[in-house]
């Protein structure tokens, strides 16, 4: 399967911090990939360099084969990559409508983005001209997510989503993020949550201290705990 996005020997400096030291790895076109660490390992600065909110110092990141890495945000997203920051992005004196239209380039939402939208996120249409900041924690992250999805992309890179929600709103979220991958969508994820990352992922890096320490498959790390354990540090309260 061929790689939708490469990073090559990413370094990236946040101030003199040395933060990203050579990061490799492909992440392949029409799958799910997992980016998974300790708290501080570098999954953030990854996609924030990938994004070009961090520039990378040395290394190469192409987007179909077409080198991104000194691109900046908008000229990013307007290759077809979509962001959802781990601090939900949405405005919250806004209604739902507002926050999409404002997501939406192109201006007024057409019947076909609205029906794309509903599709993933039956709860939106419900809460349409409501506040964002009315909305629950779960509500807040699939409009999130919407505003990342409004306009067509090849690519979605996701920051913890399910990060503080209720079990029940994980599950619904895990399905939605299926069906975006369904509809062709490629994902590049980062989440803490192994039980979301063993639903989601086909492929799996994981992060220590600002590079990529394993590469494989979802489900031959989800079937070996001693690996988890020594990767992750997960105990076996993981798993139940
Ligand atoms: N703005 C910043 N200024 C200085 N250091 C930073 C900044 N942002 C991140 N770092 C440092 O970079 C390292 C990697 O942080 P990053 O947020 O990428 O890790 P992470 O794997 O996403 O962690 P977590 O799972 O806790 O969110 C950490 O040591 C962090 O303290």
């Known amino acids: ?29 029409g799958q799910t990939t997992m980016l998974l660490g300790r708290n501080g390992a570098g999954k953030t600065t990854t996609l924030r360099t990938i994004m070009g909110l961090w520039q990378a110092r040395t290394g190469s990141i192409s987007l179909a084969g077409e080198a991104i890495e000194k691109l900046a945000t908008p000229d990013i997203a307007q290759r077809g990559v979509g962001y959802v920051p781990e601090s939900m992005a949405v405005f919250s004196d806004l209604t739902v409508k507002e926050n999409l239209v404002l997501a939406a380039r192109n201006g007024p939402l057409d019947e076909a983005q609205l029906a794309w939208i509903f599709g993933f996120f039956p709860a939106l249409k419900k809460f349409w001209l ?20 409004v306009e067509p992309r090849k690519l979605l890179l996701i920051d913890e989503p399910t990060k503080g929600l209720a079990p ?27 039980h979301a990352a063993r639903e989601l992922g086909d492929q799996v890096l994981v992060m220590d201290n600002g590079t990529i320490v394993h590469r494989g498959e979802m489900a031959a790390l989800a079937a070996d705990v001693p690996l988890q354990e020594r990767l992750l540090g997960l105990s076996l309260e993981a798993h139940q």
């Open 1 to 29: 399967m061929s790689a939708l996005l490469k990073l090559s020997g990413v370094q990236t400096y946040i101030g003199r911090y040395h933060i990203l030291q050579g990061v490799d790895f492909d992440v392949p076109e």
């Open 130 to 149: 409501s506040r964002a900041g009315s909305l629950s924690g779960g509500q807040k992250q699939m409009l999130s997510i919407a505003r990342a999805i």
């Open 168 to 194: 029940a709103i994980v599950m619904s979220l895990i399905e939605c993020l299926k069906e975006i991958k369904r509809r062709g969508v490629t994902i590049l994820l980062v989440e803490q949550n192994f």
